[in-house]
């Protein structure tokens, strides 16, 4: 299965405030000269940024990469891009016609770059986790528990018995029973957020299985998920409006769609039955006869 071919520079971007300082020193030469980079053997670029071959191994390693081969194709499809494919920050007072084609833009980025982060081999992962569900449990707080009810709406469109909390209290006595057939679906952004953490510690701990849904790298969500899912956002965190969570909350939305459709088309007749069965009581609720009775008469 195959996994992109670009999203080198993002992934540096996403984890170059996290790594050890000799591989930060090597991310930090790839962002600045990555036309000279791509070129490099690791021992090369071990020379240039005054570290080590064996540290750009480790760099591979902590980018989730098989090797430096890998991040060079990807950082060569990054610069192939079209110039205009980049974030644009916004500034006070900017005019709304700017700000309209730069939101746009901005999000349309996002999602781009969160697809480019995919990992399909881990993907197939969590839709075979989530289609053998007994239950799912989505938590996450602020804008984030935003984006766990909107898959637990969506979820529930496949008979699937599935819960959202935003509330730690509520989410752990949810979870005190669970199962290791249950699944508990984590969803923060930085990764850090203290409440979702511990979530995800005490479905660890009870034999649940585990699935993260934050921006790119190792985080304190992520220690405790079986199977990580990333998101790109990193030019919002310095940006002066980060605190609305925009790019990152579109992005985190994609990738809840991903995984719903796939979802979808591997149980496709069973879809289709729940769906035509919750379309026939929705125009009972609206006073209309069912589809099924529409069908007999």
């Excluded at 769609?257 to 796939?262: K, R």
């Amino acid at each position: 299965m195959k996994n992109s071919l670009t999203g080198g520079l993002v992934m540096l971007n996403e984890m170059k405030d996290k790594l050890p300082p000799s591989e930060k020193k090597i991310a930090g030469f790839i962002l600045d000269q990555p036309h000279e980079a791509i070129h490099c053997t690791a021992t090369q670029l071990g020379e240039l940024s005054s570290t080590s071959s064996a540290a750009v191994i480790r760099l591979c390693k902590s980018l989730g990469l098989k090797g430096l081969q890998e991040l060079k194709l990807r950082i060569s499809g990054d610069l192939q891009k079209k110039p205009e494919a980049r974030y644009r920050d916004i500034q006070p007072g900017e005019a709304s016609d700017s700000i309209v084609e730069k939101m746009t833009n901005n999000s349309l980025q996002a999602i781009k770059e969160t697809t480019e982060l995919v990992d399909y081999r881990t993907l197939s992962k969590a839709v075979e986790v989530l289609k053998q569900a007994e239950k799912i449990h989505f938590f996450g707080v602020g804008a984030s528990g935003i984006i766990a009810q909107d898959a637990q709406q969506k979820f529930l469109r496949m008979n699937k018995a599935t819960s959202a909390f935003t509330d730690l209290h509520n989410a752990a006595m949810n979870i005190a029973n669970v199962k290791e057939n249950d699944v508990v679906f984590g969803i923060s952004f930085s990764g850090e957020t203290f409440e979702t953490a511990k979530i995800m510690e005490i479905a660890k701990r009870k034999g649940a299985k585990t699935i993260s849904l934050t921006r790119y790298g190792q985080s304190s969500v992520t220690a405790y998920a079986d199977i990580p899912l990333y998101i790109s956002a990193s030019r919002e965190i310095p940006a002066p409006f980060r605190s609305g969570a925009t790019s990152s909350r579109l992005a985190q939305l994609h990738m809840i769609d991903i995984l719903f459709v796939n979802l979808v088309t591997e149980q496709w007749d069973d879809a289709s039955d729940y769906f035509h069965e919750i379309t026939d009581v929705m125009d009972v609720l609206k006073g209309k006869n069912s589809r099924a009775k529409s069908a007999k008469s």
